[in-house]
């Protein structure tokens, strides 16, 4: 059974700069896209990023877009999520997600990490 464990959440002062990672385990997930959600304070969860198996496409939810940078590692089975010049309204709970598909209105993702957090001070 696939399993994603996320590392590198924290508490960091606005303008800072976190790196997220993502170790995935118990299945090849080489071949399809995986990518990052957050969840902050009473609010849904919201696709960020997704990055295709071969690296070669990139999307950024609008929030986020020219500030974090997906990536990922096929041969170490890890995707990565850079975030710079980070905001108070950054501050949600981190989720790494893999096989990412487009469903309905908006992405879904068949497996979740466990979640970190991210905390944003003013």
């Known amino acids: 059974q696939v399993q994603l464990a996320e590392s590198g959440g924290g508490l960091v002062q606005a303008g800072g700069s976190l790196r997220l990672s993502c170790a995935a385990s118990?299945?090849?997930?080489?071949?399809?896209?995986m990518g990052w959600f957050r969840q902050g304070p009473g609010q849904e969860r919201e696709f960020i990023a997704r990055?295709?198996?071969?690296?070669?496409?990139?999307e950024y939810s609008v929030p986020v877009k020219g500030r974090f940078t997906i990536s990922r590692d096929n041969a170490k089975s890890t995707v990565s999520l850079q975030m710079n010049s980070l905001t108070p309204e950054d501050t949600a709970v981190y989720y790494c997600?893999?096989?990412?598909?487009?469903?309905?209105?908006?992405?879904?993702?068949?497996?979740w990490g466990q979640g970190t957090q991210v905390t944003v001070s003013s």
């Open positions: 990055i295709s198996g071969s690296s070669s496409e990139k």
């Open positions: 997600a893999g096989v990412v598909i487009h469903a309905g209105a908006g992405w879904r993702s068949l497996y």
């Open positions: 118990g299945g090849d997930l080489s071949r399809y896209d």
